[in-house]
């Protein structure tokens, strides 16, 4: 299966590595195996910097101005118990009316921004792993790899340590790009 995009868990690898080995002996040194630290290769990429910046960008307006209507809706409540002493019943259940619908505006515009958020945030994240992903195989192919793993790791030495090089190449398509 050489060549193969497939990817597998990390513990089915490991073990069918495992069972290779045990069986294989001597034969089992012509194996080259690689390890990427997933979250050093996205801290450290210049893609996730990008996205998360873009992020921002996105949602800085839609912030803000849940921010000025959640500061008009508390000025109104002021309002109310500081003048509602001296307000008629009518400007008092109109004043309260309002407060009341906007208040509610305000939790669903709330609630929607949050929504939109994490699906954006999903997007972003799941464009970035396909990226890293797409990096791996070609290094993997490159080196004639036989087997990478990422996650679930208990223990690996610096020699099979690729992550450098994932980081490398991202940060060299992002240039390019």
């Known amino acids: 299966m050489r060549g193969s995009t497939k990817w597998v868990r990390p513990e089915s690898a490991l073990c069918g590595l495992l069972l290779l080995l045990a069986a294989g002996g001597v034969a089992a040194l012509e194996y080259k195996i690689g390890v990427i630290d997933p979250e050093r290769v996205v801290e450290q990429s210049p893609q996730y910097e990008a996205a998360r910046k873009a992020l921002q960008d996105e949602v800085a307006d839609r912030e803000r101005a849940l921010r000025e209507q959640q500061a008009k809706l508390d000025e109104l409540k002021k309002n109310l118990d500081r003048d509602g002493p001296l307000m008629s019943e009518e400007e008092i259940a109109r004043l309260q009316n309002d407060i009341r619908t906007r208040d509610r505006k305000v939790k669903y515009a709330k609630a929607e921004f949050q929504e939109d958020f994490a699906l954006r945030q999903n997007e972003l994240r799941t464009k970035l792993v396909q990226q890293v992903r797409e990096v ?11 087997l990478i793993v990422s996650e679930g790791v208990v223990y690996f030495s610096e020699r099979i340590d690729i992550s450098a090089q994932v980081i490398e190449r991202l940060q060299s398509k992002f240039k390019h790009k």
């Open 136 to 146: 791996v195989q070609e290094l993997a192919k490159e080196q004639k790899m036989d």
